[in-house]
Protein backbone atom coordinates (compact mmCIF):
# COMPACT_ATOMS: atom_id res chain seq x y z
CA UNK A 1 0.00 0.00 0.00
CA UNK A 2 1.27 3.51 -1.02
CA UNK A 3 1.68 5.71 2.23
CA UNK A 4 1.89 8.42 0.38
CA UNK A 5 -1.17 10.50 0.74
CA UNK A 6 -1.60 14.50 0.27
CA UNK A 7 -3.98 16.38 1.39
CA UNK A 8 -4.90 19.27 -1.22
CA UNK A 9 -7.04 21.76 -2.88
CA UNK A 10 -7.89 20.39 -6.09
CA UNK A 11 -9.64 22.07 -9.20
CA UNK A 12 -12.92 20.95 -10.64
CA UNK A 13 -13.07 20.33 -13.92
CA UNK A 14 -16.02 18.58 -14.59
CA UNK A 15 -18.75 17.96 -12.35
CA UNK A 16 -21.77 16.67 -14.74
CA UNK A 17 -24.65 13.67 -14.12
CA UNK A 18 -23.90 10.74 -16.56
CA UNK A 19 -27.55 8.91 -16.00
CA UNK A 20 -30.13 9.49 -13.26
CA UNK A 21 -28.62 10.14 -9.76
CA UNK A 22 -25.36 9.40 -10.25
CA UNK A 23 -22.37 11.92 -11.23
CA UNK A 24 -19.20 11.89 -12.52
CA UNK A 25 -16.62 14.13 -11.26
CA UNK A 26 -13.18 14.88 -12.46
CA UNK A 27 -10.24 17.19 -10.91
CA UNK A 28 -6.69 17.82 -11.00
CA UNK A 29 -4.52 16.35 -8.00
CA UNK A 30 -1.11 16.66 -10.07
CA UNK A 31 0.78 13.90 -7.63
CA UNK A 32 -2.19 11.62 -6.89
CA UNK A 33 -2.66 9.96 -10.09
CA UNK A 34 0.83 8.30 -10.31
CA UNK A 35 0.50 6.72 -6.74
CA UNK A 36 -2.75 5.89 -6.60
CA UNK A 37 -3.60 2.13 -6.52
CA UNK A 38 -7.37 0.57 -7.68
CA UNK A 39 -9.69 -0.09 -5.12
CA UNK A 40 -8.00 3.31 -2.99
CA UNK A 41 -10.44 6.05 -1.73
CA UNK A 42 -10.13 9.78 -1.53
CA UNK A 43 -11.87 11.75 1.22
CA UNK A 44 -13.86 14.85 0.45
CA UNK A 45 -14.84 17.73 1.98
CA UNK A 46 -17.81 19.34 0.57
CA UNK A 47 -17.92 22.89 -0.44
CA UNK A 48 -20.65 25.00 1.60
CA UNK A 49 -20.79 21.92 4.47
CA UNK A 50 -17.25 22.38 5.86
CA UNK A 51 -18.65 22.91 9.74
CA UNK A 52 -21.91 20.56 9.04
CA UNK A 53 -20.78 17.09 7.95
CA UNK A 54 -17.74 14.79 8.27
CA UNK A 55 -15.93 14.87 4.55
CA UNK A 56 -17.44 11.78 2.15
CA UNK A 57 -15.51 9.05 0.83
CA UNK A 58 -15.76 8.20 -2.63
CA UNK A 59 -13.43 5.11 -4.61
CA UNK A 60 -10.76 6.45 -7.18
CA UNK A 61 -12.66 5.63 -10.72
CA UNK A 62 -9.99 6.67 -13.60
CA UNK A 63 -6.34 8.73 -13.17
CA UNK A 64 -4.71 10.53 -15.86
CA UNK A 65 -1.20 10.81 -14.62
CA UNK A 66 0.26 12.90 -17.45
CA UNK A 67 -2.74 15.87 -16.63
CA UNK A 68 -2.84 15.09 -12.75
CA UNK A 69 -6.94 14.20 -13.56
CA UNK A 70 -8.25 11.89 -11.16
CA UNK A 71 -12.09 11.21 -11.52
CA UNK A 72 -14.93 9.54 -8.92
CA UNK A 73 -18.61 8.52 -9.75
CA UNK A 74 -20.88 9.45 -7.33
CA UNK A 75 -24.47 8.76 -6.46
CA UNK A 76 -26.39 11.53 -5.01
CA UNK A 77 -27.93 9.70 -1.86
CA UNK A 78 -28.52 12.34 1.17
CA UNK A 79 -27.26 15.87 2.03
CA UNK A 80 -23.49 15.84 1.11
CA UNK A 81 -23.95 14.01 -2.02
CA UNK A 82 -26.63 15.94 -3.42
CA UNK A 83 -24.53 19.71 -2.22
CA UNK A 84 -21.92 18.07 -4.09
CA UNK A 85 -23.94 17.81 -7.68
CA UNK A 86 -24.46 21.48 -7.29
CA UNK A 87 -20.93 22.43 -6.48
CA UNK A 88 -19.36 23.83 -11.04
CA UNK A 89 -16.43 23.63 -12.77
CA UNK A 90 -13.85 25.52 -11.51
CA UNK A 91 -14.32 25.18 -8.07
CA UNK A 92 -12.04 24.43 -5.26
CA UNK A 93 -12.16 20.60 -3.54
CA UNK A 94 -10.42 19.73 -0.42
CA UNK A 95 -9.22 16.45 -1.03
CA UNK A 96 -7.40 13.77 1.14
CA UNK A 97 -6.18 10.79 -0.62
CA UNK A 98 -5.19 8.04 -1.25
CA UNK A 99 -6.66 6.19 1.53
CA UNK A 100 -7.02 2.52 2.27
CA UNK A 101 -5.71 -1.08 1.32
CA UNK A 102 -5.58 -1.51 -2.34
CA UNK A 103 -6.79 -4.37 -4.64
CA UNK A 104 -4.33 -7.13 -5.24
CA UNK A 105 -3.60 -7.60 -9.05
CA UNK A 106 -5.58 -9.25 -11.45
CA UNK A 107 -4.37 -12.93 -12.33
CA UNK A 108 -5.58 -13.99 -15.63
CA UNK A 109 -9.29 -15.89 -15.54
CA UNK A 110 -10.56 -13.59 -13.38
CA UNK A 111 -14.06 -11.83 -13.03
CA UNK A 112 -14.73 -8.57 -11.33
CA UNK A 113 -18.14 -8.40 -9.93
CA UNK A 114 -19.98 -4.68 -9.02
CA UNK A 115 -22.63 -3.68 -7.28
CA UNK A 116 -24.23 -0.20 -8.72
CA UNK A 117 -21.42 2.29 -8.29
CA UNK A 118 -19.27 -0.45 -7.07
CA UNK A 119 -18.17 -0.69 -10.50
CA UNK A 120 -16.15 2.77 -10.27
CA UNK A 121 -13.96 0.80 -7.86
CA UNK A 122 -13.00 -1.54 -9.71
CA UNK A 123 -12.34 0.31 -12.95
CA UNK A 124 -8.14 0.98 -12.17
CA UNK A 125 -8.12 -2.48 -11.75
CA UNK A 126 -9.43 -3.69 -14.93
CA UNK A 127 -7.10 -1.10 -16.73
CA UNK A 128 -4.42 -2.18 -15.03
CA UNK A 129 -4.90 -5.79 -15.81
CA UNK A 130 -2.52 -7.63 -18.01
CA UNK A 131 -5.10 -9.97 -19.66
CA UNK A 132 -8.86 -8.41 -19.77
CA UNK A 133 -11.10 -9.65 -16.92
CA UNK A 134 -14.56 -10.75 -17.50
CA UNK A 135 -16.68 -7.49 -15.21
CA UNK A 136 -20.36 -8.78 -14.11
CA UNK A 137 -22.58 -5.53 -13.82
CA UNK A 138 -25.35 -5.58 -11.51
CA UNK A 139 -28.26 -3.43 -10.29
CA UNK A 140 -31.54 -3.11 -9.36
CA UNK A 141 -32.99 -1.54 -13.00
CA UNK A 142 -31.58 -0.25 -15.96
CA UNK A 143 -30.63 2.95 -14.78
CA UNK A 144 -27.96 1.84 -12.54
CA UNK A 145 -25.78 0.06 -14.44
CA UNK A 146 -23.34 1.78 -15.00
CA UNK A 147 -19.63 2.14 -17.51
CA UNK A 148 -20.41 -0.85 -19.40
CA UNK A 149 -18.87 1.03 -22.87
CA UNK A 150 -16.07 2.20 -20.53
CA UNK A 151 -15.17 -1.41 -19.70
CA UNK A 152 -15.42 -2.87 -22.65
CA UNK A 153 -13.23 -0.04 -24.35
CA UNK A 154 -10.49 -1.78 -21.57
CA UNK A 155 -10.99 -5.72 -23.67
CA UNK A 156 -13.35 -6.94 -20.88
CA UNK A 157 -16.54 -8.93 -21.67
CA UNK A 158 -18.92 -7.38 -19.70
CA UNK A 159 -22.58 -9.02 -18.45
CA UNK A 160 -25.12 -7.33 -17.25
CA UNK A 161 -27.74 -8.16 -14.76
CA UNK A 162 -31.10 -6.47 -13.38
CA UNK A 163 -33.09 -7.55 -10.15
CA UNK A 164 -36.26 -6.06 -12.55
CA UNK A 165 -34.91 -7.75 -15.78
CA UNK A 166 -35.24 -4.42 -17.39
CA UNK A 167 -31.77 -4.95 -19.19
CA UNK A 168 -29.95 -8.39 -19.21
CA UNK A 169 -29.99 -11.19 -17.02
CA UNK A 170 -33.14 -11.05 -15.09
CA UNK A 171 -32.08 -11.41 -11.30
CA UNK A 172 -29.45 -10.78 -8.99
CA UNK A 173 -25.80 -10.57 -10.63
CA UNK A 174 -24.47 -13.31 -7.76
CA UNK A 175 -26.77 -15.42 -9.88
CA UNK A 176 -25.72 -14.36 -12.98
CA UNK A 177 -22.07 -15.10 -11.43
CA UNK A 178 -22.88 -19.22 -10.59
CA UNK A 179 -24.53 -19.29 -14.07
CA UNK A 180 -21.19 -17.90 -16.03
CA UNK A 181 -18.95 -19.59 -13.83
CA UNK A 182 -20.30 -22.97 -15.08
CA UNK A 183 -19.56 -22.12 -18.97
CA UNK A 184 -16.81 -20.27 -18.43
CA UNK A 185 -15.05 -20.65 -14.35
CA UNK A 186 -12.50 -17.97 -12.76
CA UNK A 187 -10.12 -18.83 -10.53
CA UNK A 188 -9.92 -15.17 -8.84
CA UNK A 189 -13.19 -12.57 -7.94
CA UNK A 190 -12.67 -8.78 -6.91
CA UNK A 191 -15.62 -7.17 -6.34
CA UNK A 192 -17.37 -3.42 -5.00
CA UNK A 193 -20.61 -3.28 -3.64
CA UNK A 194 -23.50 -3.21 -1.19
CA UNK A 195 -22.66 -5.37 1.69
CA UNK A 196 -26.02 -8.22 0.93
CA UNK A 197 -24.40 -8.75 -2.22
CA UNK A 198 -20.64 -9.13 -0.88
CA UNK A 199 -22.03 -11.39 2.21
CA UNK A 200 -23.43 -13.73 -0.55
CA UNK A 201 -20.18 -13.77 -2.59
CA UNK A 202 -18.55 -14.47 0.65
CA UNK A 203 -20.57 -17.40 0.81
CA UNK A 204 -20.19 -18.24 -2.69
CA UNK A 205 -16.46 -18.30 -3.62
CA UNK A 206 -15.51 -21.78 -2.10
CA UNK A 207 -18.41 -23.21 -3.06
CA UNK A 208 -17.25 -21.86 -6.71
CA UNK A 209 -13.56 -22.64 -6.04
CA UNK A 210 -13.04 -18.93 -6.30
CA UNK A 211 -10.45 -16.70 -4.42
CA UNK A 212 -10.22 -13.44 -4.14
CA UNK A 213 -10.90 -10.17 -2.40
CA UNK A 214 -14.05 -8.07 -1.50
CA UNK A 215 -14.61 -4.14 -1.10
CA UNK A 216 -16.49 -2.92 1.67
CA UNK A 217 -18.43 0.12 1.82
CA UNK A 218 -19.61 1.78 4.97
CA UNK A 219 -20.31 4.83 6.84
CA UNK A 220 -16.89 6.14 7.64
CA UNK A 221 -15.72 9.56 10.38
CA UNK A 222 -11.82 10.12 10.09
CA UNK A 223 -11.17 7.72 7.00
CA UNK A 224 -7.59 7.03 8.36
CA UNK A 225 -7.96 4.67 11.13
CA UNK A 226 -8.20 7.00 14.03
CA UNK A 227 -11.88 6.69 15.31
CA UNK A 228 -12.74 3.26 15.06
CA UNK A 229 -16.05 4.57 13.35
CA UNK A 230 -15.82 1.87 10.89
CA UNK A 231 -15.42 -1.47 12.13
CA UNK A 232 -15.92 -4.81 10.51
CA UNK A 233 -15.46 -8.66 11.75
CA UNK A 234 -12.29 -10.30 10.37
CA UNK A 235 -11.33 -14.40 11.24
CA UNK A 236 -8.15 -13.89 13.79
CA UNK A 237 -6.63 -16.93 16.38
CA UNK A 238 -7.96 -16.09 18.85
CA UNK A 239 -10.39 -17.83 21.04
CA UNK A 240 -13.31 -15.80 20.01
CA UNK A 241 -11.98 -16.78 16.29
CA UNK A 242 -12.31 -12.73 15.15
CA UNK A 243 -11.19 -9.17 15.75
CA UNK A 244 -12.17 -5.73 14.47
CA UNK A 245 -10.90 -4.07 11.52
CA UNK A 246 -11.05 -0.79 10.01
CA UNK A 247 -12.58 -0.57 6.53
CA UNK A 248 -10.64 2.55 6.20
CA UNK A 249 -7.49 1.69 7.08
CA UNK A 250 -7.29 -2.22 7.21
CA UNK A 251 -9.69 -1.74 3.99
CA UNK A 252 -11.75 -0.97 2.05
CA UNK A 253 -10.18 -4.38 0.18
CA UNK A 254 -10.18 -7.72 2.27
CA UNK A 255 -9.50 -11.14 1.07
CA UNK A 256 -12.86 -12.55 0.35
CA UNK A 257 -12.16 -15.29 3.12
CA UNK A 258 -11.10 -13.01 6.23
CA UNK A 259 -14.41 -11.50 6.41
CA UNK A 260 -17.11 -12.54 9.16
CA UNK A 261 -20.20 -11.27 8.00
C1 LIG B 1 -14.51 3.25 0.74
C2 LIG B 1 -15.79 3.85 0.21
C3 LIG B 1 -15.89 4.12 -1.13
C4 LIG B 1 -17.07 4.70 -1.64
N1 LIG B 1 -17.13 4.96 -2.97
C5 LIG B 1 -18.24 5.54 -3.48
C6 LIG B 1 -18.30 5.83 -4.87
O1 LIG B 1 -17.36 5.57 -5.64
N2 LIG B 1 -19.43 6.42 -5.34
C7 LIG B 1 -20.49 6.71 -4.51
O2 LIG B 1 -21.50 7.23 -4.98
N3 LIG B 1 -20.44 6.46 -3.19
C8 LIG B 1 -19.34 5.86 -2.66
N4 LIG B 1 -19.31 5.59 -1.33
C9 LIG B 1 -20.47 5.91 -0.49
C10 LIG B 1 -20.50 7.41 -0.20
O3 LIG B 1 -19.42 7.72 0.66
C11 LIG B 1 -21.83 7.77 0.47
O4 LIG B 1 -22.88 7.53 -0.43
C12 LIG B 1 -21.83 9.23 0.87
O5 LIG B 1 -20.91 9.42 1.93
C13 LIG B 1 -23.22 9.65 1.29
O6 LIG B 1 -23.14 10.99 1.73
P1 LIG B 1 -24.44 11.89 1.82
O7 LIG B 1 -24.13 13.02 2.74
O8 LIG B 1 -24.94 12.22 0.46
O9 LIG B 1 -25.51 10.92 2.43
P2 LIG B 1 -26.02 10.85 3.93
O10 LIG B 1 -26.98 11.94 4.14
O11 LIG B 1 -24.85 10.70 4.86
O12 LIG B 1 -26.75 9.45 3.85
C14 LIG B 1 -27.86 9.28 2.94
C15 LIG B 1 -28.21 7.82 2.88
O13 LIG B 1 -27.12 7.06 2.32
C16 LIG B 1 -26.71 6.05 3.21
N5 LIG B 1 -25.25 5.94 3.19
C17 LIG B 1 -24.35 6.82 3.65
N6 LIG B 1 -23.10 6.37 3.47
C18 LIG B 1 -23.23 5.16 2.86
C19 LIG B 1 -22.30 4.18 2.44
N7 LIG B 1 -20.99 4.29 2.59
N8 LIG B 1 -22.79 3.07 1.85
C20 LIG B 1 -24.10 2.87 1.70
N9 LIG B 1 -25.03 3.77 2.11
C21 LIG B 1 -24.58 4.89 2.67
C22 LIG B 1 -27.20 6.51 4.58
O14 LIG B 1 -27.41 5.39 5.44
C23 LIG B 1 -28.49 7.19 4.23
O15 LIG B 1 -29.53 6.26 4.08
C24 LIG B 1 -18.16 5.01 -0.77
C25 LIG B 1 -18.04 4.74 0.59
C26 LIG B 1 -16.89 4.15 1.07
C27 LIG B 1 -16.78 3.87 2.54
S1 LIG C 1 -13.43 6.05 9.89
FE1 LIG C 1 -12.19 6.44 11.63
S2 LIG C 1 -11.16 4.54 11.88
FE2 LIG C 1 -12.24 4.27 10.00
Sequence with gaps: MSTQKFQVQATITRNARIQGDYFRLDFVMPDLPAVAQPGQFVHVQIPGLEGHILRRPF??????????????????VGLGTEQLSHVPEGAVLDVVGPLGRPFSPLPAASVIVAGGYGCAA?????KQAT??????????????ILLVEEYRALGCEVLVSTDDGSAGFHGRVTALLEENHAKSPKAWLASCGPIPMLRTLAELMPRLGIAGELSLDQAMCCGVGACFACVTKVKDTSPQGWKYARICYDGPVFPAEQLVF
Design 122 to 126: TFLLA
Design 131 to 144: TPPTVLIGGRSQAD
Design 59 to 76: SIFDTDAATGRLSLIYKV
